[in-house]
């Protein structure tokens, strides 16, 4: 049997967000989750929020790894909720500095094509999936004009399978209405173990 790889992907901290969630996401998965399932490999990888690194680093790890498809997870401060980004917009931010202190260096990522990519993993079934934690997990049409919304556009790009995640900051204290990580964690869990189950 030939085997698949499903690519995961978090971020390491950005300005604004020096505690990326998913980084220490990418670190717990493979302890949450077997190897293979029904001969699917599960691969992780941490990417720099950097600009000058979506070739030099994000597109060669996807070309090295050479995934069937790929779940990119990030994080949005601003949401209390999972959101599965279903829309990648050619549009970039060139005022938002990333990790090294750069920015977009135009405001659009491609000069020619499309204006937007539509992910092409099925997201109301990794909604599905992904509720089954007990977390709200709802679809977005809008993923944002920084790194998130670019790494999708980019894997889009490549023909890949692939959707983005964002899931929500850690709480700041007991009362605050975020998720906890366990709960973003076990939601991480249910939708690549079921996507898993669907590429297979």
């Not at 109301?124 to 944002?144: C, P, T």
């Not at 670019?150 to 900051?169: K, Y």
Request: with cysteine; hydrophobic share 40%; aromatic share 6%.
């Amino acid at each position: 049997m030939t085997t698949k790889t499903l690519l995961a992907t978090g971020f390491s901290g950005f300005p604004g967000m020096p505690v990326n969630p998913t980084e220490r996401l990418m670190g717990r998965l493979p302890k949450r989750l077997p190897a293979h399932i029904h001969g699917v490999r599960f691969c992780y990888a941490v990417l720099p929020p950097e600009w000058r690194a979506r070739e030099e680093r994000t597109q060669h790890i996807i070309k090295k790894v050479d995934p069937v498809a790929v779940v990119h997870f990030g994080v949005d401060g601003s949401q209390r909720s999972i959101n599965i980004e279903t829309l990648a917009r050619n549009w970039a931010s060139t005022t938002r500095a990333d990790a090294a202190g750069d920015v977009a260096p135009h405001r659009l990522l491609a000069k020619a094509g499309t204006p937007n990519r539509r992910a092409t993993l099925p997201v109301r079934s990794l909604q599905k999936s992904a509720r089954r934690s007990g977390v709200d997990v709802r679809l977005s049409n809008n993923a944002g004009d920084y790194l998130c919304n670019a790494t999708l556009w980019d894997t889009l790009g490549t023909g890949r399978q692939a959707v983005f995640v964002h899931v929500p900051s850690l709480p700041r204290g007991r009362y605050e209405n975020r998720p906890s990580y366990h709960s973003v964690e076990t939601a991480a869990v249910y939708l690549l173990s079921d996507l898993a189950l669907k590429l297979s």
